[in-house]
């Protein structure tokens, strides 16, 4: 049975749950940028949360971080993501149906996909090896696209923060691609060169709520203009603080 989701008081900082997995290594940037968004962020091991499902409960909002999780056993993401489905299952179902915004990042995006949170788990989408066959670490640019999704409705900014994955290269049957675009369901995608033969130049998706955000880049490492590797050369501008920033609204106003 799940237990009533306590509510932030207005005006307070949403508390918002990172959940680290062995192999997570964004947990700390994600923090960061969470803080910085106006949030209470609490880092937790997957393990504390799988003995302890209250953590989730009294929180207002949950970030999956990028890594290895798992060592990418059996698949970048998978294991993460069943022990989800399998043992928060309900948990989660409840925690997306109050409206409370949940977003995957990199890694956390594959998980999100497993877990069938985000479109995917049916085989209907997947993040297969970049088209190039090489890891690719890298900046890039990102235009919010959906005004669905809670965590890009709104921004008109572009978006620059690196990336570092082997296996983010967004594919999907054109029906599934013809439903995203339909439902308001494509939230980001690359301006800049396409850096791994995403289809549609897609970047993150959406669930159909709006609440759920999946994304391959990491706009968590460029929330202060310093974390820009030409910062000292003058350049300003392309934070991703905007996007947490407007998940962590969200939150605030359930």
């Known amino acids: 049975m799940t237990r009533p989701a306590a509510a932030a008081a207005p005006g307070s900082r949403p508390r918002a749950l990172i959940v680290r997995a062995p192999g997570t290594n964004r947990d700390s940037d994600a ?9 209470d962020p609490h880092v937790v091991l997957l ?9 989730l409960h009294r929180s207002q909002l949950l970030l999956l971080p990028g890594g290895f999780s798992f060592a990418d056993a059996l698949g970048a993401g998978r294991l993460f993501g069943l022990e989800l489905l399998t043992r928060l299952r309900d948990e989660l179902t ?7 915004p949940v977003i995957g990042i990199c890694n956390g995006f594959q998980a999100l996909i497993r877990t069938g949170l985000l479109p995917g788990a049916d085989r209907t989408v997947a993040l297969g090896a970049n088209d190039h066959g090489r890891f690719v670490c890298d900046w890039v640019e990102l235009a919010p696209v959906s005004q669905k999704c809670v965590w890009t409705a709104g921004l008109a900014d572009r978006i620059e923060c690196p990336i ?7 594919v999907c049957d054109d029906a599934t691609l013809a439903a995203l675009a339909a439902g308001d369901q494509i939230a980001l995608r690359y301006t800049s060169p396409n850096p791994n033969g995403s289809l549609d130049n897609i ?6 709520t709006g609440v759920v955000l999946g994304l ?20 300003r501008g392309g934070l991703g603080l905007g996007l947490f ?6 939150a605030r106003e359930l």
Do not use: N, Y
């Open 47 to 55: 393990s504390e949360v799988l003995a302890d499902p209250s953590l």
């Open 203 to 208: 970047a993150g998706i959406c669930d159909t």
């Open 164 to 170: 570092a994955h082997g296996e983010g290269r967004f």
């Open 216 to 235: 391959m880049p990491h706009p968590e490492d460029h929330v202060l203009s310093r974390q820009h590797p030409q910062f000292l050369r003058g350049h």
């Open 94 to 100: 409840s925690f997306v149906a109050a409206g409370k």
């Open 245 to 250: 920033a407007a998940g962590v609204r969200h």
């Open 31 to 39: 923090a960061l940028a969470l803080d910085c968004a106006g949030a």
